[in-house]
């Protein structure tokens, strides 16, 4: 368990008043009962969520960032056409992908990543919609409230099978499993070194 004081510490640019609860339930369904367990997830939730501000995916992309991002689906000439439109960026990033359909259809869009850990795709929003007993697909904005979003990342970390990493204290392989690959690993070892002051670990 954290408290309000903990988490304002942590993460001050969010409401950490409404965030401790939802993060304390959070805990107990994803059997996150250890120090080094609570850091972990805190510091790799903190890293996907923007310090808990931020429970949707910002495909607000540049030119330059989706060729660096996704250079196997922008060429220079789609790039110039797409950036700066989250909604055709999504629906070429994502199309046919993860359970979604093409292009046209919406999905890439409407299952963007959201919550603490940037839960992605329609057959993502699927399964989660089970474990949390929501109606996620039909209403994927749902997971934009803080104890959906924390359920949500909890489930996850539950059903991955990630605290043996943590356990192990195995970051690296944390953030494949989480990120699926290693974006910002540097911030997230920062976010664990502090979270590890606060919470223990």
Not at 75 to 80: E, V, Y
Not at 147 to 157: C, D, E, G, I
Not at 159 to 168: R, S, Y
Request: charged share 15%; hydrophobic share 45%; proline share 4%.
């Amino acid at each position: 368990m954290i408290s309000v004081a903990q988490l304002h510490a942590f993460a001050p640019a969010c409401d950490a008043q409404v965030w401790v609860d939802a993060l304390n339930a959070a805990f107990l369904v994803g059997q996150i009962s250890t120090p080094a367990r609570v850091s972990h997830f805190m510091a790799q939730t903190y890293e996907e969520s923007g310090g808990y501000t931020a429970l949707v995916e910002n495909l607000n992309y540049s030119v330059q960032a989706l060729l660096k991002e996704w250079p196997s689906r922008f060429t220079p000439t789609l790039a110039a056409e797409c950036a700066h439109q989250p909604q055709r960026i999504a629906g070429i990033v994502y199309a046919n992908r993860m359970g979604n359909g093409d292009a046209a259809s919406g999905d890439g869009w409407t299952y963007r990543g959201r919550g603490l850990l940037g839960l992605t795709g329609r057959w993502a929003y699927g399964v989660q919609a089970k474990a949390l007993g929501l109606d996620l697909v039909n209403h994927p904005d749902l997971l934009e409230q803080p104890r959906n979003a924390a359920m949500s990342a909890a489930v996850f970390w539950r059903d991955e099978e990630l605290n043996p990493l943590a356990d192990a204290g195995d970051i690296v392989a944390l953030t494949k499993k989480i990120n699926g690959g290693l974006t910002n690993l540097s911030a997230r070892q920062a976010a664990y070194a502090k979270a590890r002051t606060i919470f223990g670990g």
